[in-house]
């Protein structure tokens, strides 16, 4: 598990590489893709996706991108194993009921995904890095991004700009080809509703 320094890597965080690994692995040997192929798509080195593969990798969101991308499919369809839903352009998702995926820095809960052919990807994100330091370096992947901060402080870090901060209420539309990272700015985690778009 790739663990910041002095952290612990959580059972939730464990759990949520596990289920991502596996259903990259499912998905990847059922379109008969081998390792290297999926590694010159992604940009990501083999062992790295094999680490992924095998639950031993906490993966960003970008890198999360990466991966759905270079398989063909829907990131959503990657964070959990669900039945074919009907095509619909209506959903209702209840409080706490999203798809939840942990890492380090975030925590996911990927909104709506019953929904097919989608154009956004809502997220309800928990922030919980406070430094670039425990961030690492700034993300960046294709498509546009959009956050409000339900709770908490936000530091927004992103090429070209100097950090900014938001506060609960604030938010931000930005190009995610710009590296980018969102942290906590007060002494507790932040709460934001995150909307990513290809473009």
Same mark, same amino acid.
Do not use: C
């Given at each position: 598990?790739?663990?910041?320094?002095?952290?612990?890597?959580?059972?939730?965080?464990?759990? +949520?590489?596990?289920?991502?690994?596996?259903?990259? +692995?499912?998905?990847?040997?059922?379109?008969?893709?081998?390792?290297?192929?999926?590694?010159?798509?992604?940009?990501?080195?083999?062992?790295?996706?094999?680490?992924?593969?095998?639950?031993?990798?906490?993966?960003?969101?970008?890198?999360?991108?990466?991966?759905?991308?270079?398989?063909?499919?829907?990131?959503?369809?990657?964070?959990?194993?669900?039945?074919?839903?009907?095509?619909? %352009?209506?959903?209702?998702?209840?409080?706490?009921?999203?798809?939840?995926?942990?890492?380090?820095?975030?925590?996911?809960?990927?909104?709506?995904?019953?929904?097919?052919?989608?154009?956004?990807?809502?997220?309800?994100?928990?922030?919980?890095? %406070?430094?670039? %330091?425990?961030?690492?370096?700034?993300?960046?992947?294709?498509?546009?991004?959009?956050?409000?901060?339900?709770?908490?402080?936000?530091?927004?870090?992103?090429?070209?700009?100097?950090?900014?901060?938001?506060?609960?209420?604030?938010?931000?539309?930005?190009?995610?080809?710009?590296?980018?990272?969102?942290?906590?700015?007060?002494?507790?985690?932040?709460?934001?509703?995150?909307?990513?778009?290809?473009?």
């Amino acid at each position: 598990m790739n663990v910041l320094p002095g952290e612990v890597a959580t059972d939730e965080v464990a759990r +949520s590489s596990a289920i991502f690994g596996q259903s990259v +692995s499912a998905a990847r040997k059922s379109m008969k893709m081998t390792l290297k192929a999926l590694s010159d798509k992604t940009g990501l080195s083999q062992a790295t996706l094999s680490r992924i593969e095998n639950g031993l990798l906490s993966v960003t969101y970008d890198n999360m991108i990466a991966i759905a991308n270079g398989l063909g499919v829907d990131v959503v369809d990657l964070l959990k194993k669900r039945s074919a839903p009907q095509k619909t %352009r209506r959903s209702i998702l209840r409080k706490g009921e999203g798809d939840v995926y942990e890492t380090e820095v975030y925590r996911y809960e990927m909104l709506h995904t019953d929904l097919l052919s989608r154009v956004m990807t809502p997220i309800r994100a928990t922030l919980k890095a %406070r430094s670039i %330091r425990d961030f690492g370096s700034l993300k960046a992947h294709s498509g546009e991004e959009f956050f409000v901060v339900l709770s908490g402080e936000v530091e927004l870090h992103a090429e070209h700009y100097a950090p900014i901060k938001l506060s609960a209420g604030d938010s931000a539309y930005f190009d995610s080809t710009m590296g980018h990272a969102l942290l906590a700015a007060g002494d507790e985690d932040a709460e934001i509703i995150w909307v990513a778009a290809a473009v």
